[in-house]
């Protein structure tokens, strides 16, 4: 079964530069118990920048992302990374699993600070419930 979701793979270091060098805070714009996504914007004094996080093994009616970017996710996941992906013009966080928890949201904005070369006490998380 395919999608309609286009996504293309981000490298950290194309990335702002901010994200590795200033205190950020990454905002939800809806609740972590909603399901297998969570928009979300960062922030820091004088930027933004918008980034989702998104469940990779959502199934259920569909396949939320095709098998080959569900296997990505958990690949980097399993050595400590994150996937990251650009959808709709968003940067998204690919993680996996089929929802979020308050320690999932912290663990994959800690692999996001870890991967633009921040310490993850650079970084803040304000959660919607």
Avoid at 24 to 30: I, K, L, P, Y
Avoid at 65 to 88: D, I, P
């Amino acid at each position: 079964m395919t999608t309609s979701l286009h996504l293309d793979e981000v490298d950290p270091f194309d990335l702002p530069e901010w994200l590795g060098t200033e205190q950020v805070t990454w905002s939800a714009a809806t609740g972590i118990r909603g399901g297998h996504e969570v928009t979300g914007e960062l922030h820091a004094p004088a930027h933004s920048l918008a980034c989702d996080l998104l469940g990779a093994d959502q199934a259920y009616p569909r396949p939320v992302v095709e098998e080959e970017w569900r296997q990505r996710a958990h690949q980097a996941w399993t050595h400590g990374q994150v996937q990251l992906v650009e959808r709709s013009g968003r940067l998204t966080l690919l993680v996996p699993g089929t929802g979020f928890t308050a320690d999932g949201v912290l663990e994959s904005l800690g692999r996001l600070a870890k991967a633009v070369g921040a310490p993850t006490a650079s970084f803040v998380a304000a959660l919607r419930l």
